[in-house]
């Protein structure tokens, strides 16, 4: 079953539609959508390693524009659309102290997010919301999201052929690792 979706996987990622559906799963990631846009980047990259590059700026762009409707949500909608989301992402509780002291680390906020598993969303919400200035936000999006596409894509152009070998004779743990991964970060965020 695995290799099924593994070959289908591959074979989505190098359809002529693949980069609509990374800026469409990059956008919505950024302000409301749970899954990571890497999900679609690591297979378009190891299908098509000739494409790595427009994969990581598409996936960027869609990403940051995201990430601005997650700050608008934040600074327009906050009481009806962003506060849901955050209790629904068992954040809400900690939202006045992480208040208190998110503008003082905006930028180290934005970074991290943008470069790491955590919820992205959760923080262009959070920017909107405590006011942080739109153009800090921007530039500090545009920074860690190519930051982390671009290396992810440029690893992957390299050593491509390699970890897809790797990733073929033993998709049954990688699978697993992948699952306990997403899982235990989830499990992690929840009791941050």
């Given at each position: 079953m695995l290799r099924r979706i593994y070959d289908r996987t591959m074979a989505l990622a190098d359809h002529p539609y693949a980069l609509w559906w990374l800026a469409l799963v990059a956008f919505v990631e950024s302000s409301v959508f749970p899954i990571p846009p890497d999900v679609m980047i690591i297979p378009m990259v190891l299908a098509r390693p000739d494409?790595?590059?427009r994969i990581a700026l598409v996936a960027t762009v869609a990403?940051?524009?995201?990430?601005l409707l997650g700050y608008g949500i934040g600074a327009l909608f906050y009481d009806t659309m962003g506060r849901p989301m955050l209790e629904a992402l068992g954040k809400a509780d900690s939202m006045d102290a992480f208040n208190a002291q998110f503008n003082d680390y905006s930028f180290?906020?934005?970074?991290?997010?943008?470069?790491?598993?955590?919820?992205y969303k959760?923080?262009?919400i959070m920017s909107g919301w405590t006011g942080m200035p739109i153009l800090t936000f921007l530039a500090t999006s545009i920074l860690a999201r190519s930051l982390r596409f671009f290396i992810v894509a440029g690893l992957l152009r390299a050593?491509?052929?390699?970890i897809k070998t790797f990733i073929e004779e033993r998709l049954g743990l990688v699978f697993t690792a992948f699952i306990v991964l997403l899982v235990g970060s989830f499990f992690l965020l929840r009791y941050l």
């Open positions: 494409r790595a590059w990403s940051v524009a995201g990430g180290l906020a934005v970074l991290t997010a943008g470069l790491t598993p955590f919820p959760v923080i262009t050593f491509g052929a390699p």
